[in-house]
């Protein structure tokens, strides 16, 4: 669980990627589940697909398409700097969202069968 008085921000995002990276918790090892990178705000319970400013849904955890009720910060060429503290990536499967570890656990088990 992060830090919830830590802004979600690129940094964090980093450091999610190398403590799950060659897991199933980042966002390649999650594909082949049919897995899709979010987000959670856990004050409200909605949940955010991961899309580039366009909207187009990312294939990868991005803040830049998040809404501006998430956003607590963003640097003058308008990308998201902060989202709020209470933001957390992880990933929408079947209108459910999973955390990183939940989702990588569904994954690395299907390998398993």
Do not use: W
């Not at 669980?1 to 990627?17: T, Y």
């Not at 897995?35 to 294939?59: H, I, R």
């Not at 998040?66 to 990536?89: C, F, H, M, Q, W």
Request: proline content about 4%; charged content about 25%; glycine content about 8%.
């Amino acid at each position: 669980m992060p830090d919830l008085h830590a802004s979600l921000d690129r940094a964090m995002l980093k450091q999610e990627n190398r403590a799950y990276g060659g897991s199933s918790g980042v966002s390649d090892g999650c594909r082949e589940g049919c897995f899709k990178p979010a987000f959670l705000d856990q004050e409200t319970g909605t949940v955010y697909l991961s899309c580039y400013p366009d909207g187009y849904v990312a294939t990868f955890h991005t803040l830049d398409g998040l809404p501006d009720e998430v956003v607590t910060a963003r640097y003058a060429n308008g990308n998201v700097a902060k989202a709020k503290n209470t933001l957390i990536s992880g990933f929408l499967k079947d209108c459910t969202f999973y955390t990183r570890q939940e989702a990588a656990a569904i994954v690395d088990a299907n390998r398993r069968e």
